[in-house]
């Protein structure tokens, strides 16, 4: 790599993936094994926009088909994943190309929104000199496994976690709730990105359905929930699969802002931005409210 030609923009071809996965694993260091199988499951060449410099590839950003939920209405978005630009070409412009070729090609596709979360809190200020605005909060809380054992209830089972049940949970859990929604497809493909990281997934029924899943990793004695959901009054289900499924003994837990387990105390902060695409995704962005983000596949 090295200074060139101008950067050109496009979307990528399926030729591309090759050079795509030398550039994600330069930027994040995820292994080849982790990036193929984003590449198999969720790649699409035309939502996936590049830049070119000399011929080569130099920054690349993936879009994600989903749905932003403000107030009971579903509105069409595209969530903006692994954004990143070569260490040779960075501090340059080229992601900011990129932001303004996706923006044009979400609002020629006829889409509401574009989300996406910023990697860190000072990228906060970056995005929103693109239009983006904060518009998403979560709940930080850690609980000790005692206070996990006096809740749970000890007649849920363990089941396997499938897209279905999960699918199943969540859409009760965060029923009006505003809030990002993934298709079945890209359940599936946290489920299996969760295992391929390295961490671990559980569900437990209650009176014969699922109600209740975590996907979570363990660090240094504490289980850090990526994801939880239970259904309403299914808390103590969801307290006795970490339960069963960990030996920690604390839980960090990333949570909706009303959800309904209490500890001494919690933090709150912003996670995810919206880029609102046309009048109405404008004006229902004044009413979102306590919205969540939750998963973000990565």
Known sequence: YGK???MTVSASTKEDIGELIALWRTCFD??????????????????TLVGREDGRICSVLYLLDGKVRIAGEAFESAYLYAACTHPDFRSRGCMGELLRAAESLCRDLGLDYICLVPAEDSLFDYYSRFGYRSAFEEKLMTVDRRHLELIADSGAQIVKLTSDGMQTVRNACLCGIDCFVWDIDALQYAIDENANAGCKSVAASSSGRCSAYALFDEEDGTAVIRECAARRGCVPV????????????????????????????????????????????ESALKDIKNAYMGLTLG
């Open 4 to 6: 060139g030609q101008e």
């Open 30 to 47: 995820d292994d080849e094994e982790y990036i193929s199988a984003f590449m198999r499951a969720r790649f699409v060449p035309e939502r």
């Open 238 to 281: 969801l307290a006795y699969a970490l339960l069963h499924a960990s030996d920690c003994d604390s839980f960090l837990f990333r949570l909706p802002l009303d959800f309904p387990l209490s500890a001494d105390s919690f933090t709150t902060r912003n996670n995810a931005m919206l880029l609102p695409l046309n009048a109405d995704s």
